[in-house]
């Protein structure tokens, strides 16, 4: 697959192509964070503000949390990852939950997604992310913010995502979005984002929990300190799950890095390469 890719073998002998991590990016960059009396970056220090001194400010690089990626946890395999796997990109209620509340057909629809080694999975055909599944990507993403917006830019498939922040309203008959529409306001220290309009066919995580046009998210965004964001979302699609559910998603701060472009419709050659275990588990 084009773009700069790694393979990450399934333990039912599929291949699904990920990102790099920050190792392959630019080189001898220093980006400003504050700093210990030792000279290394102190992720711990307080979270910034914007020009104002008041808001909180998400901008930067940001990565999502990991853990070393063991076939027991993550019924992958793990060639190439050396920085672990991203915690919810599996599954993405294996934080506060294993199962969600699922409509039977959404409950059968996983079975069957998870019986095809995630072939059908839309980043198999280099599809965008969901925006709830973005923030459990292997790739990076760096937070643009002003005082109107928060923009969030992907590495994979050079996607991009825009909060509003201008006081606008969701549209009452949005066309579905892989992204949706988003518009959030200030609680304190937390961003409190809205989200409608997605895709029908969206997918939340490599097991294909879906999400439905009529699904609507919160995140509650919050930067706990310089080098960490916390993003606790609520999932309310009553097409797909029997009551809404809520889980938390962990990122930490890659400084001294920057994007690059990972197209991996570019060259791609892996999808021929995708098959199905030799029977459901």
Not at 2 to 7: K, P, Q
Not at 154 to 167: A, P
């Amino acid at each position: 697959m084009g773009g700069h890719v790694r393979l990450l073998s399934v333990t039912t002998a599929v291949v699904i192509c990920v990102s790099v991590t920050a190792s392959a990016q630019w080189r001898s960059i220093v980006t400003k964070v504050p700093l210990t009396p030792s000279g290394t970056p102190n992720l711990s220090a307080p979270a910034p503000k914007l020009a104002d001194g008041k808001t909180p400010d998400f901008s930067g690089i940001w990565d999502a949390e990991k853990r070393p990626c063991d076939e027991a946890a993550s019924r992958l395999g793990c060639i190439d990852l050396v920085a672990g796997l991203p915690v919810a990109a599996v599954n993405i209620a294996s934080g506060p939950m294993e199962v969600l509340p699922m409509q039977p057909w959404a409950e059968a629809l996983v079975k069957q997604r998870r019986a095809s080694a995630s072939k059908d999975d839309p980043t198999a055909r280099c599809l965008p992310l969901s925006s709830p599944r973005a923030w459990s990507n292997f790739a990076l993403q760096k937070i643009i913010q002003t005082s109107e917006s928060l923009t969030i830019l992907d590495e994979y498939m050079l996607q991009y995502r825009q909060i509003f922040l201008d006081g606008r309203v969701l549209p009452t008959n949005p066309e579905p979005m892989f992204k949706g529409y988003s518009v959030g306001r200030w609680e304190g220290d937390t961003l409190v984002v809205e989200t409608i309009g997605f895709k029908d066919d969206s997918w939340l995580d490599l097991w294909g929990h879906p999400l439905t046009t009529q699904a609507r998210t919160v995140e509650r965004i919050r930067r706990s300190n310089y080098g960490s964001l916390e993003v606790a979302l609520t999932v309310d699609d009553p097409k797909a799950y029997t009551k809404p559910w809520n889980t938390t998603i962990k990122l930490a701060l890659a400084p001294n890095t920057e994007l690059l472009e990972y197209v991996c419709n570019e060259n791609e050659k892996s999808l021929q390469h995708m098959i199905g275990p030799p029977a459901a588990q």
